[in-house]
Structures are given as C-alpha cells and as structure tokens.
C-alpha cells in the first residue's frame, strides 16, 4: 500500500511538472522549461535537485521569490541568483507557506550552488546538501562526470565510465569530476566493494559538466540514477 500511494504521489508530481513546462527556471541563464537545449551559466546561479523518491514536487524560495520548483526525476538547470548570504525554505508545491526545511547559504559571486534534498517524505526524514563550484568552461572534445551520493544510509559509491572512475563517494558528499571524451557513454555507479547499483547508457554532450545523482530511499527499496547537465 505505501509503495502504490508513492507511485500515485510520483505520477502526480510528473503531470504537474508537464503542465507547468518543466523544473520551473525562474531565472535567466539555463532553463529546463520546454527544451533541452543548453546554454552558458553567466554569473551567480543556484540549482535545486530534488532527490527524494516520494517527495511532491519542492520550491526552492527566498525573501517571496521562488527560485526553482523541483520535481523527482526532472532535470534542472541553474538560475540566476545575487550573491551573498540568504535564508533559503524549501516547501512543497501541496503546502505553500509551510516549510520542509529552513536553509543559509552564502551565494559566492560567479560561483555555481546546487541544493540537493534528499530523505523520505512520508518519514519527515528530509535533509539538505549545499555544494558550491565554480563554473570553469571546458575544453572542446572533453566533457566532465561526478557523482553525488543521496540516500540515507547508503554506503560509499563509485562512478565509472569505461576505465576512468571517481573515487569512493559517502552519503552526503559530491565526488570530484573526472574528464571523458564527449559520446554514448555506459555510466555505472558500483559499491565500494565494486557490486553494480546502477548501469545506465547517456549521451555526454561536448564541454558539458554532468552530475549524476544516485537518489531514492532504501526504506522503500528505491534507487534512480538521475543526469543533471551544465554548459559552463
């Protein structure tokens, strides 16, 4: 029964998704709304990843501006944002108002901050992750990986495409990126002991950054391995 109620919330959050025309990139720079086409970041930008598997689409908000709405399982891209510090909420679509989880973060000038939430809903289980980096181009024919590890209670992971993995990735924590040739790449995450958890076949665009998330909840036996681009 709670994993057909979570399947119901998840397939309602993918049609409110579809209906508002994506993530809900309310800045400038790159925008997920209707196309996958990528554009440069310029300047401050902040990114919400939603990585909790039976979670409502989150609004990412600050002083009554809605940065970002994100939804388990969509691709967001960065938005504009002024640097400095801020008090970040982070509310459920379903709940406007009420606060999930109550954030500061100081918003380096130029810099790139991803926010990701992981944890289960249904257990009031929910964390924050704040990684900040800079947004450094790359160079043509070459295109970066990394990996962030977010479910609760999950043991270290690895990243690996071909030959070239990242090194062992706690809970919590985003792996330093490792250089590939742009193309058809088979991205697997294993276990530190070196079991398969995810194998997956994705196209690594030229002098894209791409962050694979490892979401879901071992509660409720769920693991996605999620693709997030940048084009810095």
Do not use: W
Not at 100 to 116: F, M, N, Q, Y
């Amino acid at each position: 029964m709670v994993k057909q109620n979570v399947l119901g919330l998840i397939l309602v959050s993918l049609l409110i998704s579809a209906c508002s025309g994506g993530g809900g990139d309310t800045g400038s720079g790159n925008s997920n709304s209707g196309s996958t086409k990528l554009s440069r970041t310029r300047g401050t930008g902040i990114r919400l990843i939603n990585a909790s598997f039976d979670s409502a689409p989150l609004v990412l908000t600050s002083a009554g501006k809605d940065f970002q709405t994100s939804t388990f399982g969509i691709e967001n891209f960065f938005s504009s944002a002024q640097s400095g510090p801020q008090a970040f909420s982070i509310e459920s679509v379903f709940s406007r108002g009420l606060s999930k989880l109550d954030l500061t973060a100081t918003l380096e000038k130029d810099l790139e901050t991803t926010v990701v939430v992981s944890g289960d809903d249904s257990r009031s289980s929910f964390a924050a992750h704040v990684f900040t980096e800079p947004s450094s181009p790359l160079a043509a024919g070459s295109a970066a990986l990394k990996v962030i590890n977010a479910i609760p209670g999950q043991a270290a992971i690895v990243l690996r495409s071909g030959t070239t993995a990242t090194t062992a990735t706690s809970y919590g924590a985003q792996s330093e990126s490792i250089i590939v040739t742009p193309g058809v790449h088979t991205i697997e995450v294993l276990s530190a002991s070196g079991s398969i958890l995810q194998a997956r076949v994705f196209q690594i665009e030229d002098k894209t950054e791409n962050t694979f998330v490892l979401a879901g909840s071992r509660a409720l036996g769920a693991r996605v391995l999620m693709p997030f681009r940048d084009l810095d």
